[in-house]
């Protein structure tokens, strides 16, 4: 099974916020990613965040970390249609730098009018 | 654009073939993660080399090796090809082994027919 989980879809309102979540298992990971992915496309990284910070925002993206519950969660404010893609979470498996990254098995997010 | 160059993106071949994919990474990079995406194992790690030295591995098949040559690029070569391993193969690159950023390639999708 995989050690990073996330929700496989998730539907919102163009103008809403949406929240996307994710668990992950290895106390030790040093940085945590959410990467966007488009149909056809590659991956493209949002944002990540340090495993010794709480939240970090970067304009319409918020990231939360709670270390306790290993619990991610990244929040995009005022969803717009060109959000809609796949979401995916990852941990990296080595101390100090990007190297192996643990993937979740995404998040597809849809984003109605 | 990531930088990150992949060829080719599209790739059809027979089962029991060898093929070779090719990432050229961002200018100054030196570090290069090969990476697949199927539908049944979702992201998976498969190799990391730094300035030409393998440094990490991951769930690669014995079928698969890759190398990274004085200029940087990589190739990650396939053989002995079966049908499960039809997928979408990323390369990655970063500017050491340390640091948290590394950004994607579009992927090269190979289908095993």
């Known amino acids: 099974g995989e050690d990073v989980e996330q929700s496989l879809f998730l539907s919102v309102r163009e103008g809403d916020s949406s929240v996307i979540n994710c668990t992950y298992t290895d106390s030790s990971s040093t940085y945590l990613y959410w990467y966007k992915q488009e149909p056809g496309a590659g991956l493209q990284l949002l944002t990540y965040i340090f495993s010794n910070m709480d939240m970090k925002q970067d304009q319409r993206l918020t990231v939360l970390l709670n270390k306790k519950d290993k619990h991610l969660s990244l929040r995009i404010a005022d969803t717009q249609t060109g959000d809609s893609a796949i979401y995916f979470c990852a941990e990296s498996m080595s101390a100090g730098s990007w190297g192996k990254l643990q993937f979740g098995a995404g998040t597809q997010v849809v984003v109605t009018p | 654009d990531s930088g990150v160059t992949q060829t080719p993106k599209h790739l059809i071949t027979a089962t029991g073939q060898r093929v070779t994919l090719r990432c050229s990474p961002r200018?100054?990079?030196?570090?290069v993660y090969w990476y697949q995406q199927s539908l049944d194992q979702g992201l998976q790690f498969l190799i990391q080399?730094?300035?030409?030295?393998?440094?990490a591995k991951g769930n690669i098949l014995e079928r698969f090796s890759a190398q990274q040559f004085p200029d940087l690029h990589s190739e990650l070569n396939l053989s002995s090809l079966e049908l499960g391993d039809s997928a979408l193969y990323f390369c990655?690159?970063?500017?050491?082994?340390?640091?948290?950023?590394?950004?994607f390639g579009q992927g090269t999708r190979l289908t095993v027919v």
């Open positions: 200018s100054g990079d030196l570090s």
């Open positions: 080399y730094y300035n030409g030295e393998e440094r």
């Open positions: 990655a690159s970063s500017p050491g082994i340390r640091g948290a950023e590394a950004f």
